[in-house]
């Protein structure tokens, strides 16, 4: 394989241990040929889940998509094709699914801004439709002799459960030049019990928001330590806003920021954690550990 940019080592280094697990048994003609699928810059498939039950169902499921005719000879004759890596949950609540593939699905079709603003996808042709535009950007926007690419990257994660709630994380990346692609991290929450998906509403108890916010601030506060001496300076750069892009672990609440939001891109995607021991009275008891919703 021709390796033709740095953005494509990287999508293809992210995935080894994918096709690893895939092709367990198989040749190394067999492997080469899927590395020419990635280098070829379109691969759109499904998450080989995690075990957390015995009856998990885990497997991959490919999307059934081919470039147009007209995109597929640009792409030869630039060899500088956009590297497409769409994944969907496959497990065997059906209910998870749909809600977790419906986020990914959105995600994708709104991967570049849009003057017309968020889009909506009514049927699987228009993600078709929105990864053919993606690749077809790139040709409209990037010299014919430039070394970037585009890049797009969608992914689920399988965080694992506490007490009846299943915890997932979608992951994307998109690169449209500039001086680096834009990461982005969304958590979800299901209850098994209502077979619904959880926000941070649903889990403070009534009047308890004003109290719950107070907690991320002080975990805000205790962040910003870490990357600066001076908070009070730092908050008017980069003050403090209540995300509601929260998960449970097995010590508390974990809140995901994305770049830019309360610091630099440099620094990353911050996670502030207020652990369960000061969430008493503040969450509902089903969403504590039983050592304290017996409390």
């Given at each position: 394989?021709?390796?033709?940019?740095?953005?494509?080592?990287?999508?293809?280094?992210?995935?080894?241990?994918?096709?690893?697990?895939?092709?367990?048994?198989?040749?190394?003609?067999?492997?080469?040929?899927?590395?020419?699928?990635?280098?070829?810059?379109?691969?759109?498939?499904?998450?080989?889940?995690?075990?957390?039950?015995?009856?998990?169902?885990?497997?991959?499921?490919?999307?059934?998509?081919?470039?147009?005719?007209?995109?597929?000879?640009?792409?030869?004759?630039?060899?500088?094709?956009?590297?497409?890596?769409?994944?969907?949950?496959?497990?065997?609540?059906?209910?998870?699914?749909?809600v977790v593939n419906a986020r990914i699905d959105a995600l994708?079709?709104?991967?570049?801004?849009?003057?017309?603003?968020?889009?909506?996808?009514?049927?699987?042709?228009?993600?078709?439709?929105?990864?053919?535009?993606?690749?077809?950007?790139?040709?409209?926007?990037?010299?014919?002799?430039?070394?970037?690419?585009?890049?797009?990257?969608?992914?689920?994660?399988?965080?694992?459960?506490?007490?009846?709630?299943?915890?997932?994380?979608?992951?994307?990346?998109?690169?449209?030049?500039?001086?680096?692609?834009?990461?982005?991290?969304?958590?979800?929450?299901?209850?098994?019990?209502?077979?619904?998906?959880?926000?941070?509403?649903?889990?403070?108890?009534?009047?308890?928001?004003?109290?719950?916010?107070?907690?991320?601030?002080?975990?805000?506060?205790?962040?910003?330590?870490?990357?600066?001496?001076?908070?009070?300076?730092?908050?008017?750069?980069?003050?403090?806003?209540?995300?509601?892009?929260?998960?449970?672990?097995?010590?508390?609440?974990?809140?995901?920021?994305?770049?830019?939001?309360?610091?630099?891109?440099?620094?990353?995607?911050?996670?502030?954690?207020?652990?369960?021991?000061?969430?008493?009275?503040?969450?509902?008891?089903?969403?504590?550990?039983?050592?304290?919703?017996?409390?």
């Amino acid at each position: 394989m021709n390796t033709v940019s740095g953005s494509i080592v990287t999508c293809a280094h992210s995935i080894r241990s994918l096709i690893s697990a895939w092709l367990p048994l198989q040749t190394e003609p067999l492997q080469a040929s899927v590395w020419r699928v990635l280098a070829t810059g379109v691969l759109v498939g499904s998450l080989v889940m995690p075990s957390f039950a015995a009856s998990l169902i885990s497997e991959r499921d490919y999307l059934d998509y081919q470039l147009p005719k007209p995109l597929q000879d640009k792409c030869a004759k630039r060899d500088n094709c956009p590297t497409i890596e769409v994944q969907y949950l496959q497990s065997n609540h059906a209910w998870i699914n749909d809600v977790v593939n419906a986020r990914i699905d959105a995600l994708v079709v709104n991967s570049k801004p849009s003057e017309s603003g968020t889009r909506v996808v009514k049927t699987p042709d228009d993600v078709k439709a929105a990864l053919d535009e993606f690749v077809a950007s790139q040709f409209a926007e990037v010299p014919a002799d430039s070394v970037f690419v585009y890049s797009l990257m969608v992914t689920p994660e399988y965080l694992g459960h506490v007490n009846d709630f299943e915890l997932f994380e979608i992951h994307s990346y998109v690169f449209t030049g500039g001086a680096h692609g834009m990461p982005y991290s969304e958590y979800l929450i299901f209850d098994q019990q209502t077979k619904k998906p959880i926000q941070l509403a649903d889990m403070l108890q009534p009047n308890k928001k004003s109290r719950f916010e107070a907690l991320a601030y002080s975990a805000y506060k205790e962040w910003v330590k870490t990357v600066d001496e001076d908070v009070a300076s730092y908050e008017k750069s980069w003050p403090f806003t209540l995300s509601d892009n929260i998960t449970l672990t097995d010590q508390g609440i974990d809140i995901r920021y994305q770049h830019y939001s309360i610091g630099p891109y440099a620094y990353g995607m911050p996670v502030l954690s207020i652990p369960y021991s000061q969430l008493q009275g503040v969450i509902k008891p089903q969403f504590l550990p039983a050592r304290l919703s017996n409390k």
